[in-house]
């Protein structure tokens, strides 16, 4: 990707430091996340050079500080986790947490998810989390909402046949908005992301195993219900027909 596409491509997320580390944050980052963080080339990563002896790859998309990706971790020892954040502090808290759990199968990138996105050979990915992103609920930001047609694109090529996109928030209107988009995009490219749900109870009741967020925590006590969606990346051959 040239110079002139990352300075144009719009940005989707907001600051990127908070406050300054903690003295062990600061020293973990120095000596531990060298080896755990991802460095993207100019032609294409295979992810699974990044972890030797896995069975399958996931990747989570702004992990905030962590601590979902760290419990997946723990929970599925045989998946190799990619994280994206550009938030350097959720980046330390989720290294301390590599440190702490003794983790080996996770690995970094400091950086906006979709230049390692369109990096990634065809059919890389198992599963795609996309929690709590940031909705931009001002009209004349919603343009920078992680979900739009360029990122469904990169994630239809990421995603293996049966894989599955995560996307969950507790804002309506992001909410109908993920929806509409990837009616669109099926609309135009062929049917590529099935909805799963059948009933109202499947997309309101969170995922097997799912370890809850602070993100979640706050939406609840502030009254706003999240909505869990999973979409199921369709065979190629269905997409010669749209919905």
């Known amino acids: 990707m040239s110079g002139e596409r990352e300075t144009s491509r719009r940005h989707v997320y907001g600051r990127t430091k908070g406050k300054a580390l903690r003295p062990r944050q600061a020293n973990l980052m120095e000596t531990l996340y060298p080896g755990v963080s991802i460095s993207l080339g100019e032609g294409l990563l295979d992810p699974h050079a990044l972890f030797g002896d896995v069975d399958e790859v996931w990747l989570e998309i702004g992990f905030g500080g962590g601590e979902h990706l760290a419990h997946q971790a723990v929970a599925h020892p045989r998946v190799g986790i ?122 309101r009741t969170p995922y097997d195993g799912w370890p809850g967020t602070r993100y979640e925590a706050k939406a609840i006590r502030e009254g706003r219900r999240p909505a869990y969606l999973t979409f199921r990346r369709a065979c190629p051959d269905s997409q010669k027909s749209a919905i």
Not at 107 to 135: G, K, Q, T, W
Not at 164 to 170: G, K, M
Not at 179 to 201: M, P, Q, Y
Request: charged share 30%; net charge positive; aromatic share 12%.
């Open 82 to 203: 990619m994280g994206c954040e550009p938030f350097l502090n959720g980046v330390a808290k989720l290294v301390s947490e590599i440190d702490v759990r003794g983790l080996s199968n996770v690995r970094i990138l400091n950086d906006d998810a979709r230049f390692l996105l369109e990096r990634l050979p065809p059919a890389a990915l198992s599963r795609v989390f996309i929690l709590y992103p940031d909705p931009w609920p001002k009209k004349r930001h919603n343009k920078r909402r992680f979900i739009n047609e360029e990122t469904l694109g990169f994630l239809a090529a990421a995603l293996k046949t049966g894989g599955e996109l995560r996307f969950a928030s507790d804002i309506p209107d992001y909410v109908a908005w993920t929806l509409a988009h990837i009616d669109r995009f099926n609309r135009e490219h062929g049917k590529t992301f099935v909805w799963t749900a059948e009933r109202a109870a499947d997309w």
